[in-house]
């Protein structure tokens, strides 16, 4: 069966989450507010934001007014770097929830690996997770040692590895690290943070689809099985990024757009955390 707006991955754990994501990074709480209001038109039902962006008492207000039930969304949030240890991720977590004006959340991310004791983060998300307070938990800006680290440690694997990911990134081998533990790859930044989408090997391609290079940029994320968590505060842009399910890329052009790689990073290099 093709892939939809309603499509979904299983994670590790058994809980499903959805392929399309609006991201809220850099986004004001009054805009934050709009825009998740704009992408649950849409359709979307996952919506990823974090302590630090500062609008995750826009997003608990959005989801209130929307009339939707809490088990039709899904609503990731992420541990700030300077929370990390036992006892601050704890505190950190329970901000987070009474900011968002909710029970639970469905996914709870470290969002950096640096800056302190990222394992005892992890076993206190671990007992965040089985006092039922967050779905499940995962990380972020993870490499491939940093993973090893902390499956050497866990007692639970992440669910997730949201990571930079886009064809001018296109971090294959953590790809294949993390389908081969079932970790799911979830892809930031996925239209390069706007720098790119008028490079004109995408322009070419989009054209001969009738899509935006946006569409195409995430079009390849969801062919190769990652999570895509567009950004965009405007209405028009927001649907335009839902629809992404009536057009397949062909294998020709998926190997086109895999060859772009520059290693290019938009947001932050975790390669150098240790
Ligand atoms: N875990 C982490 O460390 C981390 C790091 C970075 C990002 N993230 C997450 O990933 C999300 C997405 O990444 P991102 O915000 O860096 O960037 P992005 O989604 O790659 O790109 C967003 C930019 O593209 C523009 N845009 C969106 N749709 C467009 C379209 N159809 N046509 C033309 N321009 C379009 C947006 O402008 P307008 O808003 O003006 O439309 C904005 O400038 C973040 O918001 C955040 O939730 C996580």
Request: hydrophobic share 40%.
């Amino acid at each position: 069966m093709g892939l939809g707006i309603d499509s979904s991955v299983e994670l590790n754990n058994g809980v499903r989450m959805p392929c399309l994501g609006l991201g809220l990074w850099k986004v004001a709480p009054k805009d934050a507010r709009d825009a998740v209001i704009h992408a649950f038109a849409a359709g979307y039902r996952l919506i990823d934001t974090a302590m630090i962006y500062g609008n995750e008492n826009a997003v608990g207000e959005a989801f209130r007014d929307s009339g939707l039930s809490r088990e039709d969304v899904f609503i990731t949030t992420k541990l700030w770097r300077e929370h990390h240890g036992f006892e601050k991720a704890t505190r950190a977590f329970e901000r987070s929830l009474r900011n968002l004006g909710l029970d639970y959340v469905d996914l709870y991310l470290i969002h950096w690996p640096g800056g302190g004791d990222r394992i005892g983060s992890w076993k206190a998300m671990e007992k965040l997770q089985e006092e039922g307070r967050c779905r499940a938990i995962g990380v972020s800006n993870f490499t491939m040692d940093h993973l090893d680290e902390l499956l050497g440690k866990a007692r639970c694997p992440p669910v997730v590895d949201q990571v930079e990911f886009h064809p001018y990134l296109y971090q294959k081998d953590l790809l294949g690290y993390c389908k081969t533990r079932n970790i799911q790859l979830e892809a930031y930044s996925p239209l390069t943070h706007a720098n790119k989408l008028s490079d004109p090997a995408l322009t070419d391609i989009a054209s001969r689809y009738g899509k935006s290079t946006a569409q195409v940029l995430l079009r390849w994320g969801l062919q190769h099985r990652v999570v895509v968590i567009p950004k965009s505060i405007h209405r028009e842009r927001i649907f335009q990024n839902a629809d992404i399910f009536d057009f397949q890329i062909s294998r020709e052009d998926m190997l086109r757009l895999d060859k772009m790689d520059e290693g290019l990073r938009f947001s932050w290099d975790p390669t150098q955390v240790p």
